[in-house]
C-alpha cells in the first residue's frame, strides 16, 4: 500500500483546523487481515489518517518548511468501524503546545456519524529532512484539487 | 503490505502475558513514502503492533471462543524515529478480563530500552465465529507450533548480544 491515508482536503485555516476525506475501498491491501470476513479499516490507521492531516495542516501553514511526528496518544476512542465503501471525514483542530509538543484534537466521521476521537500531540520537524518540499507542495495542490487539474474537469 | 504485526510469538501465557518480535525491513512498502528521504517505522504501526499482541491475548486466553476489537487506547507514547532494520519485542499483559471485555497494557521494546507503551489498552469482546480458524492463524502467523520451550538462546535479545 501506499502509505498515503488523507485522499482530499477540503478545507482549513493555517495553525487552527483542516478537514479531509478518507475513503476505504475493498482494494486496500491492509483489509485482507483485518480482518478475514470481517474487513475494517484498522484503528490505528484512523489515527494515521488524522495524523497525517495534521502534518498536512504544519506543511501548509509553514509554506511547506516544517511536518509532524506522531509523538503521543492521549486517548483514542473508537465508537464503530469504517467499512469498505465508507467515505470518512476527517477533522483535526490544533490545541495549544505541551512540553515543545503540537497539540490536537482529530474526529474521524461517516455520515456525520463520529467513528473515532484523537487527542494526540506530535513534534515539529523540518520537512526537507524528510520529503522534497517541492513534491509536498504538489502534492497538496492535488489534495485541494488545484493545478494540474483543469478547472472544467473538476 | 500484509497487515500483520508480529512475525513470531515467543511466549504466551493465558490470562496473563504475551511476548512477540516484530521486524521491520527496509523492503515493507510503507518505508517507501514514509518517508522518501528518511524512511521511519510509522509510529501508529507500533500502536498497532501492541494492539495485536494485546488482542491475540485475549483470543488465546479464551480458547479462541471470543474475538475481540479495540474500543479505547490511552496514554500512548510513541517513538517517531525507529529506522529499518529494527527488530522489537512486543509485550502485552492483561491487567482485567471478564467475559464481556479486557483491560490490557503493552510495550515495544528495541534493545531492552522502552521505545512505545500503551497505559490503557480496552478490548470488548464478541462471540468467535469459528474459533478453530482462529486458532488455525494464531498458530499459522505467529509460530506457535514451533515455540521453543522458553531455550534462552532462541529469544532474539540474546541473539544480539
Known amino acids: 500500500m501506499r502509505y498515503l491515508l488523507v485522499d482530499r482536503v477540503t478545507g482549513w485555516e493555517a495553525g487552527r483546523f483542516m478537514e479531509g476525506v478518507?475513503?476505504?475501498?475493498?482494494?486496500?491491501?491492509?483489509?485482507?487481515?483485518?480482518?478475514?470476513?470481517?474487513?475494517?479499516?484498522?484503528?490505528?490507521l484512523l489515527v494515521e489518517a488524522l495524523a497525517q492531516l495534521a502534518g498536512w495542516l504544519e506543511g501548509a501553514g509553514t509554506g511547506f518548511k516544517s511536518w509532524l511526528l506522531l509523538e503521543r496518544v492521549r486517548s483514542v476512542k473508537y465508537y464503530g468501524f469504517a467499512l469498505p465503501g465508507d467515505q470518512v471525514a476527517l477533522r483535526v483542530e490544533a490545541a495549544g503546545e505541551e512540553e515543545g509538543l503540537r497539540l490536537f484534537k482529530g474526529v474521524?466521521?461517516?455520515?456525520?456519524?463520529?467513528?473515532?476521537?484523537?487527542d494526540f500531540a506530535a513534534r515539529a520537524v523540518a520537512l526537507a529532512d524528510y520529503e522534497d518540499p517541492e513534491e509536498q507542495r504538489a502534492r497538496f495542490r492535488v489534495l485541494r484539487r488545484e493545478a494540474p487539474f483543469p478547472e472544467a474537469m473538476q | 503490505m500484509r497487515f500483520l504485526f508480529f512475525d513470531r510469538v515467543l511466549e504466551?501465557?493465558?490470562?496473563?502475558?504475551?511476548?512477540?518480535?516484530?521486524?521491520?525491513?527496509?523492503?515493507?512498502?510503507?518505508?517507501?513514502?514514509?518517508?522518501?528521504?528518511?524512511?521511519?517505522?510509522?509510529?501508529?504501526?507500533?500502536?498497532?503492533?501492541?494492539?495485536?499482541?494485546?488482542?491475540?491475548?485475549?483470543?488465546?486466553?479464551y480458547g479462541y471462543e471470543v474475538a475481540c476489537v479495540i474500543s479505547l487506547a490511552e496514554n500512548?507514547?510513541?517513538?517517531?524515529?525507529?529506522?529499518?532494520?529494527a527488530a522489537v519485542e512486543i509485550a502485552g499483559e492483561i491487567l482485567d478480563t471478564n467475559k464481556r471485555a479486557t483491560l490490557a497494557r503493552a510495550r515495544v521494546e528495541e534493545r531492552g530500552e522502552v521505545i512505545a507503551s500503551a497505559e490503557r489498552l480496552i478490548?470488548?469482546?464478541?462471540?468467535?465465529?469459528?474459533?478453530?480458524?482462529?486458532?488455525?492463524?494464531?498458530?499459522?502467523?505467529?509460530?506457535?507450533?514451533?515455540?521453543?520451550?522458553?531455550?534462552?538462546?532462541?529469544?532474539?535479545?540474546?541473539e544480539k548480544g
Not at chain 2, 55 to 61: D, E, K, P, Q, T
Open chain 2, 76 to 85: 500512548v507514547r510513541l517513538a517517531p524515529g525507529l529506522r529499518p532494520g
Open chain 2, 123 to 158: 478490548f470488548p469482546h464478541f462471540p468467535s465465529a469459528n474459533p478453530a480458524e482462529l486458532e488455525r492463524r494464531f498458530r499459522a502467523y505467529g509460530w506457535l507450533d514451533g515455540l521453543p520451550a522458553q531455550e534462552p538462546s532462541r529469544q532474539p535479545a540474546e
Open chain 1, 108 to 118: 474521524a466521521a461517516v455520515e456525520g456519524k463520529r467513528r473515532a476521537v484523537a
Open chain 2, 12 to 61: 504466551a501465557e493465558a490470562g496473563k502475558r504475551i511476548r512477540a518480535v516484530k521486524t521491520f525491513p527496509l523492503s515493507e512498502p510503507f518505508l517507501a513514502g514514509h518517508y522518501a528521504r528518511a524512511p521511519r517505522v510509522p509510529g501508529t504501526l507500533l500502536l498497532e503492533a501492541m494492539c495485536q499482541a494485546a488482542g491475540w491475548l485475549v483470543l488465546y486466553s
Open chain 1, 22 to 44: 478518507k475513503n476505504v475501498t475493498l482494494s486496500e491491501d491492509f483489509l485482507e487481515h483485518h480482518f478475514p470476513r470481517f474487513p475494517v479499516m484498522p484503528g490505528s
